[in-house]
T-cell receptor, first 117, second 113 residues
Framework: DTEVTQTPKHLVMGMTNKKSLKCEQHMGHRAMYWYKQKAKKPPELMFVYSYEKLSINESVPSRFSPECPNSSLLNLHLHALQPEDSALYLC????????????????FGDGTRLSIL | GESVGLHLPTLSVQEGDNSIINCAYS??????FIWYKQESGKGPQFIIDIRSNMDKRQGQRVTVLLNKTVKHLSLQIAATQPGDSAVYFC????????????FGKGTKLSVIP
């Protein structure tokens, strides 16, 4: 079982809906990430939070809005999504984003499979 | 552009044989590499990592080899088992303190019983 928990596992929503994806980790990690993965493709980085502050936004459309309420939680708020946004959304965490990156692999959850109607 | 890629998109291996999955990278500034295994319906699972100051690292049934001269990374799985069937991604981190993982395209490993 993964130590990064994502809910819900599946989500179907219309283009006018507002929904949120949730991610939780209790490993004491201080860096958290959102990735998007299309079928048969590698994950693509969307956002990085370090010490609860947004540090990287990979030019993601504003219809995706991340939030980090505390060091254990990461949310992704969704509004007015398009059919091409259907994908697996993965959350990951790593120990620290500062200083040496030695032995700091990112640990992934099992994702939320999102379908936009 | 610079990217991490894989030589073979699919690999079929007989159960009990050794598997070798290859990865090429083009950014000589990359100093940390990770192999992930992704089973159907699951997220990527960390397998093993290696830093650029090493050329080999071993784990349980897995070995990662790094050849910086030709910018090549490989994952060797000993005595491949049906449970090893998955897509394997190599990923690189470019520079100390970077958060950004860049994934290769992935190799699908199928184990023939």
């Amino acid at each position: 079982d993964t130590e990064v928990t994502q809910t819900p596992k599946h989500l179907v929503m219309g283009m006018t809906n507002k929904k949120s994806l949730k991610c939780e980790q209790h490993m004491g990690h201080r860096a958290m990430y959102w990735y998007k993965q299309k079928a048969k493709k590698p994950p693509e980085l969307m956002f990085v939070y370090s010490y609860e502050k947004l540090s990287i936004n990979e030019s993601v459309p504003s219809r995706f809005s991340p939030e980090c309420p505390n060091s254990s939680l990461l949310n992704l708020h969704l509004h007015a999504l398009q059919p091409e946004d259907s994908a697996l959304y993965l959350c990951a965490s790593s120990q620290d984003g500062t200083g040496t990156i030695a032995d700091q692999p990112q640990h992934f959850g099992d994702g939320t499979r999102l379908s936009i109607l | 552009g610079e990217s991490v890629g894989l030589h073979l998109p699919t690999l079929s291996v007989q159960e009990g044989d050794n598997s070798i999955i290859n990865c090429a990278y083009s950014n000589s500034a990359s100093d940390y590499f990770i192999w992930y295994k992704q089973e159907s319906g699951k997220g990527p699972q960390f397998i093993i990592d290696i830093r650029s100051n090493m050329d080999k690292r071993q784990g349980q049934r897995v070995t990662v080899l790094l050849n910086k001269t030709v910018k090549h990374l490989s994952l060797q799985i000993a005595a491949t088992q049906p449970g090893d069937s998955a897509v394997y991604f190599c990923a690189e981190v470019r520079g100390a303190g970077s958060y950004q993982l860049t994934f290769g395209k992935g190799t699908k490993l199928s184990v023939i019983p």
